[in-house]
């Protein structure tokens, strides 16, 4: 950065990073003095350079160094901007205006920051800290502090980016934050669905998606339904709301079982997969006429969309809320095999994360922990055995190589061949399937 004989501040979340002693993904970077046109001359002589836009509106310049190392260490290009401000003018995110000119200062641009622990700018020349709001300090406090009162109307997305800060870091919001949020909440409404759940970049990495990859998700869903958020994002949580169930072993309302299911996916280190199918997988609860995960998936997979996940993702968090409520019942190698055959070694093993996650979210004896982990280990040890088609000592060749036609009669055929060796492993010997498989076609 220093060769670029720029005066450039790292600003945001990178500075904030930087002071809990985290490494940071993204580092954005401010030039003040400049404006877009000199900023990009400046730019040009190290590399190639596209304007940065934000909400359609050019904002700044992505440079693409020339130098490979530095390149390596930034594939995605590396940001700068000239100081700016921007002034709401509804309640959208495309509703403002943005004011640039060389004479706008680094204080004036941080206050256009969501929260005080993001706005603060480290100059890279000196080490110097700009820290106008005193977000360091919140920061050292664990505080959640709006940096105007305005914040979320100016930008409704920052209402879960704010409940992402309280997973990811333990932040907790002020009192005046906490008014803010509440008053706030319907707005969320407004955001485009990618920056919540599909991300820009349609890799499922939206603000929920952080949120719930934090380490402390269940704290702030219970924060976002507290304030009102939660339903104002996701309204298939209303009726969840409360929801009693009326057991000793779900002792729980229907919202704070969900909650500990999320967390403690969270605990075990589970993927975003399991994650977002620990977030829905009761949602049919309450209205469920016959099978609640049957009902679940479909208001998921509704969700799912709405919020514009990636095709694969979503079908995969459906097929895992679908599934999800699987007995533990005669759990031995051949519930192992069979389970591997209908699911696929992936989602297997998901299931059976989710499954103990969701145990922990009730009050259940030991051997029914004790059974989640059999399975698993189960599964490790049945994973060798043959359970896909791929798997099968013969294939759709050899079929029409005995005289079948090219027909769905071949795939049928594979699917019982794979049926039998499922049961009894023994059994997948070419000898032993041409047999079989001839036998079919008499």
């Known amino acids: 950065m220093r060769g670029l004989g720029l005066d450039a501040y790292l600003v945001g979340g990178a500075v904030r990073d930087e002071q809990l002693g985290l490494e940071s993904k993204d580092a954005d970077f401010l030039v003040p003095g400049v404006d877009y046109d000199g900023l990009r001359a400046a730019l040009e002589q190290h590399g190639r350079v596209e304007d940065f836009e934000v909400a359609g509106r050019r904002v700044g310049a992505r440079l693409y160094p020339k130098d490979r190392r530095v390149r390596a260490l930034a594939p995605a290009g ?32 941080m206050q256009r920051r969501d929260f005080t622990v993001n706005a603060m700018a480290k100059r890279l020349a000196t080490g110097e800290v700009v820290d106008p709001f005193h977000g360091a300090e919140d920061l050292k406090n664990g505080v959640l502090r709006t940096v105007r009162p305005r914040s979320f109307a100016e930008d409704p997305l920052r209402l879960v980016r704010g409940l992402r800060l309280v997973s990811q870091l333990g932040l907790e919001p002020d009192e005046d934050t906490l008014s803010q949020m509440r008053e706030a909440a319907p707005s969320v409404q407004l955001v485009s669905a990618e920056r919540v759940g599909g991300g820009l970049h349609s890799d499922g990495m939206g603000e929920l998606s952080k949120l719930l990859l934090g380490s402390e998700p269940a704290r702030a869903l219970r924060l976002a339904r507290d304030t009102g958020v939660l339903t104002a994002l996701l309204p298939e949580f209303e009726p969840t709301l409360g929801f009693e169930q009326n057991s000793t072993r779900q002792h729980l309302p229907l919202d704070e079982h969900i909650f500990a299911v999320v967390q403690a996916a969270a605990d075990a280190n589970a993927p975003l997969t399991v994650r977002l199918g620990a977030l829905l997988h009761d949602l049919g609860k309450p209205q469920a006429n016959g099978s609640h995960a049957e009902r679940s998936a479909g208001l998921g997979a509704a969700v799912l969309r709405r919020l514009r996940y990636p095709t694969r993702l979503r079908t995969y968090v459906t097929r895992l809320v679908q599934a999800h409520s699987f007995p533990l019942e005669n759990i031995d190698e051949l519930f192992a095999r069979r389970f591997l055959r209908k699911h696929g070694d992936e989602l297997a093993f998901d299931l059976v994360t989710h499954k103990e996650a969701d145990l922990r979210g009730k009050q259940v004896a030991q051997e029914e922990l004790d059974a989640v982990a059999r399975l ?67």
């Open 78 to 109: 590396i940001e700068f901007a000239p100081p700016r401000a921007e002034r709401s003018t509804g309640p959208g995110r495309h509703d403002f205006e943005i004011v640039s000119d060389p004479g706008i200062s680094i204080v004036d641009d």
């Open 376 to 442: 698993r280990a189960l599964l490790e040890q049945e994973r060798a055995q043959p359970h896909r088609l791929t798997d099968l000592a013969v294939d759709g060749a050899d079929l029409i190589a005995l005289g079948y036609d090219e027909s769905p009669a071949v795939g049928e055929t594979l699917e019982a061949l794979l049926d039998a060796v499922v049961e009894d492993p023994a059994l997948n010997t070419r000898d032993e399937l041409i047999g079989r498989a001839r036998a079919r076609l008499t």
